[in-house]
Structures are given as structure tokens and as C-alpha cells.
């Protein structure tokens, strides 16, 4: 059978590392409803070349749908449609760095942005964080060293550790940008999944006073399959965006999927679908934190919303090489190092809340914990986490 | 009201150098019934992140509704689908090149493919054409003086020119680029929009036994918007696609476009569509032929399929300095200069035949003869074109 998904699971293997929504948690139903209604007005302008920042009435209605939750009220001249955060990242790239230039990231830090990085020759600085997120004393040290094209950072539920950076932090992050000069690129793609108390606003709420590029995505809040974000930023940097020869040439970059969506929206789709995405996981956060306390492998953060937990083992332990022996006994996981350009965090591993019902997440846990006794005995601990 | 499309034409004005669809012909109702069919199917595997290469049973389809009109047959492991045609040069510039190298274009070539060249920080050396495309003994000369990391060419049906590489020349071509190791990067966007004889096969055609990377897309035979097209060639080039730090991390590059397309392939709606097509820009390609002529303007080349004439004026014009004219006139062209990367073919004029139906392009062309009329007479000269 062909393959469609970029999720590969080896059969029998609970694989708590892929950082996918459930399959069958996807918006089926909704995403039908919002297609018919699209493609029944009689008017085929979203199938034409689009306008360079995207559909304008679906910038008007993402602009009502995000002021409603971001924490202040944002107009459709701040956004920018993309094909999704890693396009957006691979087109800031070419639009405000040159080859060569450094680019600061957190660490732990999304990994597979370190791809784009690369791809665009970036040196990247790793800023380390903590509980309240990225660490401004050490992001200040390394301003003193390096001139960033931009900082990229994680803010809230971060991937990988599921910390969100302070309200306090935020703003004195902004005073840094302001007088040293760089970028803030603020992956934010978690924001919206907030599973008790809504998270401080997005950073693009200082956008108008700092170079806040505010990344957005339908990808965790509705399908990844759509290929659909935004950009908030001030509109002078959006018109950096749209004259890069790539939007230049192809026009707005995702008419089609922006014009569905733009429906959704219309219809009120997109709330209903969010409050059940964070009731359901809402109950994974819980029950597998339970589970793996049961088991005394206690988080390092305790996340409040996103899809990530971040457990640090004993500085023995090397999740890189235990991962084989985890894939024969069912469970997979990300480990730590992948989520460091410097290949460290070598005894740290990330797990993923979003992907498996309630029993698959407790099995899984089950079998991670098994593998973890099994080494803490073989070097004479009685423990896992340092 | 909000932009939707990327077409922007001042009123009153008919603009023959607009390169896109007529909005009226855009598929509205296949594309309802396709996407209908998808979404009613209960699988919702398209709405995942999409496995790199693209959706499987997509590309199975492409390719075989490619090898009925390729003449060639090829498999679906040979398709990397992308986001369009400028997205397919803008990855292929990320992965192929590096800053500083050279790429070959024709001249003239697709002007907006410059501006994806210059955001890669290449360098771009010109080689002339004729009537049968890119002429291979200056091409031959260039190669002995740079080492181009691929030469860009539109084979079939040219923009801004119309005409077609020979068949002869294709494999000249094919030769040249085994013996001095450079990739042909064929645009292909054309190839299906043949209005009499269908032109040679595809430069695909030869990707297993050279280094040719053959880029299509949905945008001229289908729409635009979908940002919806693939790219053929060996395998193993096709994984360093899929290996590009933003095919990485965010997958497959349009899954929920793929999905219904795949099954406006499956339910057989692109063939007559494409019928269509072909049936009604053969007559505005006639019909504007046969308005030129009237007025004296005969095009440089005699175009068999394609978007797009081209008019070779007397030297003594300029094109750029006479738009202004031409607008208060209520007409629009491509200026020549913008097809040549060192501002040459100042002279000539590029017209769209694909946007507007037979009247507007007539009333266009008479708007168009009048402003040349009065410039020669202004300049004592009794006649346009060279």
C-alpha cells in the first residue's frame, strides 16, 4: 500500500516520540462541511494565482479568530498566509539572513529546525532555558559575543520540554531585541492548546514595537495535511515576505487550502473542534503524567498545555543508544540529543501526548519504564531520574 | 473588498500581460465534485503530515495519467510533488546549489525566476535562443568558461517566447550535461497545452540517464491556486529533496491539494478539462494571431501551444518607456527587458493569450497597434516591427 502519512511506526512499536496529531482525531467532518460550502459559492477566485499575503478575507477572519485568543486585537494587514511554520521559517530565512550569519536557538530546541538552518548556512547559537524558558542573563552574554539575524524561540508549551517563557521574560526579551537589534522568530504553534489557564498573549503582541515575527499554524489546531499558517508581524516585514522571489513568482502561498479554511471559520467550525482537542488532550496530559509517576519517572516541567513531556534521566543513561533496546521491548521515544545542535542533553528524552488514546499512552509508559529498570539494575541503580 | 488573486489590473485597462488563467475557466465544479469524493471517503490520512515525497496514490496517479501524456512511461517513484512550480526551483536552489554559484538561464527567460535566483545568491549567465530554443553552440561556449550547478530551461512552449526546444537539440543537450556534469532543470509547466501536433516528449524523458530534474505543475491545466506540482527525475536526487530541512520537518508539501486532486485524476475530470483548454486558447491563439497580422504585428515566432507571444519591435522602440503610453491607452504588455538578466530585448514585448476571451484580446491588440502607430509616426518610421 502506498504511504500517505510521514508517520512511520514500526509494527508493534508504540512510538511516543512522533510529534503528530491522532489520525482519527482529525477534522474529517468539519473540513467536508467547509469544503462544500467553499466550493459551492460560485466564485472561483481562490483557485486563481492569490495575492501575495494571502486570501484577504481569510486574513479577516483569522484576524477576528486569533484577537478573540491571543490577548489583544490584531488586523488582517499583520498577517501573512503560509504554507505552514516550516515553510514560514525556510522563507525568513531567505528573506532576512544571508549565508553565514549566526542565528540564536534554545536548547533543548525543536530539532528539525536545525535542518532549515543548515540548509540556509546559519551558524546557530544555542541560549540554554529553565522552568520560565529561555534564560535572558545567558541570551545577554551571547548578544555580547554574536550579532543574530534573529533569535528562534519556542515561547509557550515548548517543543521539546512544554515550558512557557514568563510574562516578565517576554517583555524584557523585547528591550533586549530593541537594543541589540535582532529578530524575534516566536514559533508559537502551541499557544492555542492550553489545557488550564491560557497561557501569557503570543509575543506578536509586541510586534508593532519590536521585530516580533509571530508564527502561527493550523497544523496543531486543525490538519497538518492543509499546509496552512501565518505570519503576524508589522506590515513592513510582511512586505519583505512578499517580494521574495519565491511569492513573487507563485502568488500567495496556499489560496486553496486558506479559501476552506476561510470557511471554516465562516461557519464556526474551528472553536468546537479546539475545545474538544484540548478536553481530549487535557485527559492524555493527565493520565500519562500519572502513569509515569506510578512508575517514578517524574517530568522535569510539568506542562501545562502543548503536546510535550521532558524527562531527565540520570546523567549515566544515553537515550540515543538505549533506543534500540526500547524499540524491541514496543516503545520509541525522541531522544534527548536530537533536540541540541551540540549533541548534548545526551540522558534527556522527549515523549508526546498528542499522537495515542489513554491505553496506548499507559502501555507505552508500561514498556519505557520496563527498558529504564531494566538498565538502572544492570548499572546498579535504583533510579532513573537524576 | 479584500485581494483574493495576485492578478491586479487597473480599470479600464486589458492587461496582454497578465501569465495567468482566465478566471472563468478556473474548474470550479470538477474540483467541487473531486473534493466531495475525497472527503466523503472516511479516511483522513491526507489530513496528516504527509509523507515526503508526497501522497502515494497521488503519484500513482500522476503517473500514470503523466506516461499517457508524456510519451514515456514512468512510475510514482520517480515524483516528488511540490507546491508548484516556484517552489520546486526554490527548494531545487536550496538543496543543488550554493551561495555564489552559477546557474544557466535562456534568454529570454521567465523573468520571475530571477528573483528566486538572486534570494539563493547565484550568479546568472544568459544563453541566447532561436526559434528552435536554446541554442546549443553558445551554450557550449559558456560551459567551457563556468560551471554552471544546473541550467534552467522551458523547453516547450516558452515564456516569454513560445517556441520549442528541437528534438534534436534535446538530445545535444542531454549529451552536454553528462559530459560537463550539470543538471538541466526543465520547466515544463506547458508541455500538456499543445494546441496541433503534440510537441516531443518531455525532457524527463531522459532523467535516468542524466542529471534532469522535469517540473510540472496544476497551475496552467488546472488551477493555480491548488499551489499543486511535482518534480521528475531519478530517485535518488528526489530523496535529497525529501531529505531538505523543510520537506523534513513539516512533510509532504500540499497533502489535503493532493488528495483532491488524486481524485479528480481518479474520477477521470482533468482529461476533458484539459480538452477544454487546449480547444478554447487554440482559437484566442488564432484569433489573436489574426489581429496582429491586421495591424502589421507579426509575432517573432509562430507559438504551437502555451500562454504566450512574443513581438520583436523595431529597435528603435522601448518597450519599458512606452508602457506608461500604453496604460493611458487601456493596454498592458510585458515589457522585453525584464526577460533578459542584463535588461536587453528593450525592443520587444511579451503577450498573454491564456486571460482574456476573444474580444478583450482583440480590443487589446487594436489598443496595442494604436500606441505603436503614433510612436512610429512620431519617430517618422512607417512601420513596428524589425
Same mark, same amino acid.
Given at each position: 500500500?502506498?504511504?500517505?502519512?510521514?508517520?512511520?511506526?514500526?509494527?508493534?512499536?508504540?512510538?511516543?516520540?512522533?510529534?503528530?496529531?491522532?489520525?482519527?482525531?482529525?477534522?474529517?467532518?468539519?473540513?467536508?462541511?467547509?469544503?462544500?460550502?467553499?466550493?459551492?459559492?460560485?466564485?472561483?477566485?481562490?483557485?486563481?494565482?492569490?495575492?501575495?499575503?494571502?486570501?484577504?478575507?481569510?486574513?479577516?477572519?483569522?484576524?477576528?479568530?486569533?484577537?478573540?485568543?491571543?490577548?489583544?486585537?490584531?488586523?488582517?494587514?499583520?498577517?501573512?498566509?503560509?504554507?505552514?511554520?516550516?515553510?514560514?521559517?525556510?522563507?525568513?530565512?531567505?528573506?532576512?539572513?544571508?549565508?553565514?550569519?549566526?542565528?540564536?536557538?534554545?536548547?533543548?530546541?525543536?530539532?528539525?529546525?536545525?535542518?532549515?538552518?543548515?540548509?540556509?548556512?546559519?551558524?546557530?547559537?544555542?541560549?540554554?532555558?529553565?522552568?520560565?524558558?529561555?534564560?535572558?542573563?545567558?541570551?545577554?552574554?551571547?548578544?555580547?559575543?554574536?550579532?543574530?539575524?534573529?533569535?528562534?524561540?519556542?515561547?509557550?508549551?515548548?517543543?521539546?520540554?512544554?515550558?512557557?517563557?514568563?510574562?516578565?521574560?517576554?517583555?524584557?526579551?523585547?528591550?533586549?531585541?530593541?537594543?541589540?537589534?535582532?529578530?524575534?522568530?516566536?514559533?508559537?504553534?502551541?499557544?492555542? !492548546?492550553?489545557?488550564? &489557564?491560557?497561557? +501569557?498573549?503570543? $509575543?506578536?503582541?509586541? @510586534?508593532?514595537?519590536?521585530? *516580533?515575527? %509571530?508564527? =502561527?499554524?493550523?497544523?496543531?489546531?486543525?490538519?497538518?495535511?492543509?499546509? !496552512?499558517?501565518?505570519? &503576524?508581524?508589522? +506590515?513592513?516585514? $510582511?512586505?519583505?515576505? @512578499?517580494?521574495?522571489?519565491? *511569492?513573487? %513568482?507563485? =502568488?500567495?502561498?496556499?489560496?486553496?487550502?486558506?479559501?476552506?479554511?476561510?470557511?471554516?471559520?465562516?461557519?464556526?467550525?474551528?472553536?468546537?473542534?479546539?475545545?474538544?482537542?484540548?478536553?481530549?488532550?487535557?485527559?492524555?496530559?493527565?493520565?500519562?503524567?500519572?502513569?509515569?509517576?506510578?512508575?517514578?519517572?517524574?517530568?522535569?516541567?510539568?506542562?501545562?498545555?502543548?503536546?510535550?513531556?521532558?524527562?531527565?534521566?540520570?546523567?549515566?543513561?544515553?537515550?540515543?543508544?538505549?533506543?534500540?533496546?526500547?524499540?524491541?521491548?514496543?516503545?520509541?521515544?525522541?531522544?534527548?540529543?536530537?533536540?541540541?545542535?551540540?549533541?548534548?542533553?545526551?540522558?534527556?528524552?522527549?515523549?508526546?501526548?498528542?499522537?495515542?488514546?489513554?491505553?496506548?499512552?499507559?502501555?507505552?509508559?508500561?514498556?519505557?519504564?520496563?527498558?529504564?529498570?531494566?538498565?538502572?539494575?544492570?548499572?546498579?541503580?535504583?533510579?532513573?531520574?537524576?
Amino acid at each position: 500500500m502506498p504511504d500517505v502519512t510521514q508517520t512511520r511506526i514500526p509494527p508493534g512499536v508504540i512510538d511516543l516520540g512522533v510529534g503528530h496529531p491522532s489520525l482519527e482525531l482529525l477534522p474529517l467532518e468539519p473540513l467536508h462541511q467547509a469544503a462544500l460550502h467553499r466550493l459551492s459559492q460560485g466564485d472561483p477566485s481562490f483557485l486563481q494565482y492569490g495575492v501575495e499575503s494571502g486570501d484577504g478575507y481569510f486574513r479577516t477572519e483569522l484576524a477576528g479568530f486569533l484577537s478573540r485568543h491571543y490577548g489583544f486585537a490584531l488586523g488582517p494587514e499583520e498577517l501573512f498566509i503560509t504554507s505552514g511554520v516550516s515553510q514560514a521559517l525556510d522563507l525568513i530565512c531567505t528573506v532576512f539572513t544571508r549565508p553565514g550569519q549566526v542565528v540564536f536557538v534554545e536548547e533543548p530546541t525543536y530539532f528539525l529546525s536545525l535542518g532549515i538552518f543548515r540548509d540556509h548556512h546559519l551558524e546557530v547559537v544555542a541560549i540554554p532555558t529553565d522552568e520560565n524558558g529561555l534564560i535572558l542573563e545567558a541570551l545577554e552574554v551571547a548578544l555580547k559575543q554574536h550579532q543574530p539575524a534573529f533569535l528562534y524561540t519556542i515561547p509557550t508549551f515548548q517543543n521539546p520540554t512544554g515550558t512557557t517563557l514568563s510574562q516578565e521574560r517576554r517583555e524584557r526579551l523585547v528591550e533586549l531585541s530593541q537594543q541589540y537589534g535582532f529578530l524575534i522568530v516566536a514559533d508559537e504553534v502551541y499557544q492555542l !492548546l492550553h489545557y488550564y &489557564q491560557p497561557p +501569557p498573549p503570543s $509575543l506578536g503582541r509586541f @510586534a508593532d514595537r519590536a521585530g *516580533v515575527l %509571530s508564527l =502561527g499554524s493550523f497544523s496543531k489546531i486543525l490538519a497538518p495535511g492543509l499546509r !496552512l499558517g501565518w505570519i &503576524q508581524a508589522a +506590515p513592513h516585514r $510582511l512586505q519583505a515576505l @512578499a517580494q521574495s522571489g519565491l *511569492v513573487a %513568482s507563485g =502568488g500567495g502561498l496556499n489560496p486553496f487550502a486558506s479559501a476552506v479554511v476561510r470557511s471554516a471559520l465562516e461557519l464556526g467550525l474551528l472553536e468546537p473542534y479546539l475545545q474538544k482537542l484540548r478536553s481530549v488532550y487535557r485527559s492524555r496530559l493527565e493520565a500519562m503524567l500519572q502513569a509515569l509517576r506510578q512508575e517514578g519517572l517524574e517530568p522535569r516541567y510539568l506542562p501545562q498545555g502543548g503536546y510535550f513531556l521532558w524527562l531527565e534521566l540520570d546523567p549515566s543513561f544515553e537515550t540515543q543508544r538505549l533506543l534500540e533496546q526500547a524499540i524491541k521491548e514496543g516503545v520509541r521515544y525522541q531522544p534527548g540529543a536530537r533536540f541540541s545542535n551540540q549533541g548534548r542533553l545526551a540522558h534527556a528524552l522527549r515523549l508526546c501526548l498528542a499522537y495515542y488514546d489513554i491505553p496506548d499512552l499507559l502501555e507505552g509508559v508500561r514498556r519505557l519504564a520496563g527498558v529504564l529498570r531494566v538498565v538502572a539494575a544492570a548499572a546498579g541503580k535504583g533510579h532513573c531520574i537524576e
